[in-house]
């Protein structure tokens, strides 16, 4: 590549000559092109090649046409409050730009930049996208995220000018007039560098979005990739509902293969080249078969992760301190080659302050009306205002809840206005999801049917702060906010660890202070996440024909269906895994009663009927018995994926419902032979302390097993003889009950002897302080509570450490 002369350096650069020095020159989408194709090509990451138009061409072309004086003039008599105003006044600049020819001199400049990108050897013309860049762009304390516009596509000297010149135009969109007048910015300071890069064939691949930071909680040790089929637009505007993967950064960097999590996405349509028609892009349907695979394969999902962490990394060397990223990437069709062709510093989550922590709590619940993605975890209330076209926008009236198809660029001046977002389409990096992130909205996106359901003026709450779901209640619920200062809170003596039964919320729980998890529930996952019994896909070819359709529904994607169960158990597991790390998380194995395994799909075919399953086929016996010993086997599997294959080493088991010393050691043997042996690797296996025969015999118990975790709901129950379901002995049943308390001094004080670890993950402290308070008292080593006690426990044992310390 031929660097440009020195005459057209002032109009235009390669991107070889641009760095992050030269935002003031190019913008920082431009000078991070410039900066990555520099740095990051020689490591192997690739960058599309191109060259950037300056801020000073920007400039000239304003000069010489006068537009520069009656730009002003127009944007005087602007209200920037008044949707209909600011229309009117944006559209007469955009016009004005669209009918003055640029410079002879810019053109020349932009024309032989283009004719030396185009392959000299082939003779054909490129294909090029044209991205405009302002001056103030990608600045920390303001993203700009699609305020201009881009061109994909773009073919020849003639188009390739007229989109040059939309570019500049589009600095003066309603969108972007807004935003600057709502940060603070000279509209006649700020200038446009247009990007003109070499176009990835994506449209007959895939493309999408990432960030080296959840997006949802600020969670930064995991890399989020959303991807579709066709050029990536489609994804950035939430045209589509993308797949979703999250990638674990600390072990990925060891060589592991931490795909922590996979959800397929609708992709039911995907933006392609128009070849020979009137605009250079359509959108097309995307087959059912092809909806129904991932848009990329599990090599390339590590791949984009591992770019993600270097391109972060690079950014927060250069910067001093850490720098999380908002990348675009695309795959190219033709060669199969992967490419990054946009970076900018992700600007909401990382701005977070980590030491306060705000939690939303509803009053109540009313009637659900809907479900889709959360976009931040917040709650709102408002009547709905449905828009279903951009020409209804000046309809929009402060403090409503905007209901939409999707969202773009056009609609941001009125987004500022609502109290809440809800859309049909769009992942968790659409345009609805950034620009609900960044103004600190609720938004819930892909709902799929909103505007169908909801209606204009209705009154609805949104809420965000149920884990992965966006929940639509109908009608005004009351709610509570929670701000919690973290920064001032000690750790005590004993450990204080969670109960996580969604893996969904996990990364959300991991910022309360905390020192792992005690109880993580493999129930949980399986009802969630799998919903489908273990045998009925283990046996799928001789299940009925409608409960092979069931099946088939849920493990869409999936020929080998056993492997979909060890999947999605595995992916909840390790969502969980790594949210904690490298803290522990005891993962209790399943504990399923008979009844609720026949709850699941296919379920029961395969349970038996019992008059009391409470005390039945569960727990420890199911898994070395032969009728369950392969569904059992495919648990094993799942974490032994999670262990090795991703790394997530701080992964510990715990057998429930154990009856005997006899049933513990056949447990064991079956879980080594999947290669899960106590002591191997670092594996500690736990056992639930839940039946008195556990108390009385927990010397030999710890002789098998690492320690004890007590179940105070089930030892209560099995020590008073009470049904804990049955609402007519409910008064009995109490953890404070002196026999109870006498069983865990026992077990407290014999796992002590024997050198155990000794912990408790029951309700009971999580609901009682004095019960805490006892726990403290007796030495136990841990406490595990549910989310919401944590906080509050905590600080109750600090006081109670206190007091034993100055008494000794």
């Not at 003031?24 to 194709?37: C, H, P, Q, R, T």
């Not at 709102?380 to 409503?400: C, K, M, N, W, Y």
């Not at 909103?450 to 609805?460: F, K």
């Not at 969630?528 to 069931?550: C, I, M, N, S």
Request: glycine share 8%; hydrophobic share 40%; with cysteine.
């Amino acid at each position: 590549m031929s660097v440009a002369t020195e005459n057209s350096l002032d109009l235009v650069r390669w991107f070889e000559q641009i760095s992050m020095d030269d935002v003031a020159i190019v913008g920082g989408k431009n000078a991070s092109l410039g900066e990555m194709y520099r740095e990051l090509t020689p490591q192997g990451i690739r960058i599309p090649n191109g060259f950037a138009t300056t801020a000073a061409a920007y400039r000239t072309f304003l000069a010489e046409s006068g537009l520069d004086e009656k730009i002003p003039q127009i944007l005087s008599g602007m209200n920037v409050s008044d949707v209909g105003n600011l229309q009117h006044h944006a559209m007469i600049i955009r016009h004005m730009i669209l009918e003055t020819p640029l410079p002879d001199l810019l053109s020349h400049a932009i024309v032989a930049a283009y004719h030396q990108l185009c392959d000299a050897s082939s003779h054909q013309l490129a294909d090029v996208a044209v991205r405009s860049s302002a001056t103030a762009e990608d600045l920390p304390d303001a993203s700009f995220a699609g305020q201009q516009e881009t061109y994909l596509n773009v073919r020849g000297q003639a188009t390739l000018l007229d989109a040059c010149r939309r570019c500049f135009a589009s600095l003066f969109t309603d969108r972007a007039i807004s935003y600057r007048a709502h940060h603070g910015y000279d509209h006649m300071q700020v200038a446009l560098s247009i990007g003109v890069q070499k176009m990835v064939r994506s449209d007959l691949a895939s493309s999408g979005v990432m960030f080296s930071i959840d997006t949802e909680s600020g969670f930064r040790n995991a890399v989020l990739i959303n991807a579709a089929y066709g050029l990536g637009e489609n994804v950035v505007q939430g045209s589509v509902n993308p797949d979703e993967y999250y990638v674990f950064k600390p072990t990925l960097l060891k060589g592991h293969r931490p795909i922590l999590k996979k959800s397929l996405g609708s992709k039911s349509m995907k933006l392609v080249y128009d070849a020979g028609g009137s605009k250079m892009t359509k959108n097309i349907p995307v087959s059912p078969e092809q909806s129904a695979q991932y848009a990329i394969s599990d090599d390339d999902i590590l791949q984009l992760a591992q770019w993600a962490c270097a391109i972060e990394n690079h950014y927060s060397q250069r910067k001093g301190s850490d720098c999380p990223m908002d990348m675009e990437w695309a795959k190219d069709g033709n060669t199969g080659e992967l490419f990054i062709v946009q970076a900018r510093p992700e600007t909401v989550q990382s701005r977070r302050s980590v030491n306060t922590l705000e939690r939303y709590h509803l009053k109540g619940h009313g009637k659900l009306l809907l479900k889709g993605r959360s976009i931040g975890e917040k709650i709102a209330s408002g009547p709905v205002r449905l828009i279903r076209d951009i020409h209804e926008l000046a309809t929009f009236q402060q403090g409503e809840i905007l209901v939409t198809d999707k969202t773009d660029p056009d609609w941001e001046p009125v987004m500022k206005q609502a109290a809440g977002i809800i859309t049909n389409r769009g992942g968790r990096t659409c345009h609805a999801a950034i620009v609900s992130r960044e103004i600190g909205l609720p938004a819930i996106v892909g709902t799929g049917n909103a505007t169908d359901i909801l209606q204009d003026g209705q009154v609805v709450t949104i809420s965000c702060a149920e884990g992965d779901a966006g929940i639509v209640y109908e009608g005004e619920l009351g709610f509570d906010v929670e701000s919690i200062d973290l920064g001032a809170l000690r750790r005590p003596k004993t450990k204080i660890m969670m109960n996580v039964a969604s893996p969904d919320e996990a990364f959300a729980f991991s910022m309360i202070p905390n020192d792992g998890v005690g109880l993580a529930r493999e129930e949980f996952i399986i009802g969630k996440y799998v919903k489908v019994h273990p045998q009925a896909l283990l046996g799928f070819d001789d299940l009925d024909e409608t409960t092979r359709l069931e099946v088939e529904t849920v493990t869409r994607g999936y020929e080998d269906k056993p492997q979909f169960y060890i999947d999605k158990l595995a992916e909840g597991i390790a969502m969980i895994c790594a949210a904690f790390y490298p803290k522990d998380v005891i993962v209790r194995l399943s504990d399923f009663k008979t009844n609720e395994y026949a709850g699941l799909i296919g379920g029961a075919s395969f349970e038996p009927s019992e008059a009391n399953p409470m005390i039945g086929f569960r727990g420890a016996s199911r898994y070395y018995h032969p009728s369950f010993q392969e569904a059992f086997g495919l648990e094993c599997k799942a974490v032994q994926k999670v262990r090795h294959e991703m790394g997530l080493n701080n992964l510990k088991l715990m057998v429930p419902f154990c009856r005997t010393i006899e049933e513990g050691q056949k447990v064991q043997a079956e879980m080594s032979k999947y290669g899960l042996v106590r002591g191997q690797d670092g594996l500690e296996i736990y056992v639930m302390c839940e039946i008195p025969s556990n108390v009385i015999l927990a010397d030999q118990f710890a002789e098998i097993f690492d320690g004890f975790s007590i179940g105070s709901n089930d030892l209560t129950q099995l020590t008073l003889g009470v049904d804990r379901d049955s609402e007519i002995v409910a008064h009995v049943f109490d953890e404070r009950n002196e026999a109870v308390k006498r069983m865990i001094h026992n077990v407290i004080g014999t796992a002590k002897s024997a050198g155990a670890k000794i912990g408790i993950c029951g309700q009971a402290p999580s609901d009682y302080p004095d019960f805490a308070e006892f726990l403290v008292r007796e030495g136990i080593d841990s406490i595990s509570l549910t989310p919401d006690a944590v906080l509050k426990t905590t600080i109750d044992i600090l006081q109670v450490e206190e007091q034993l310390s100055t008494k000794t």
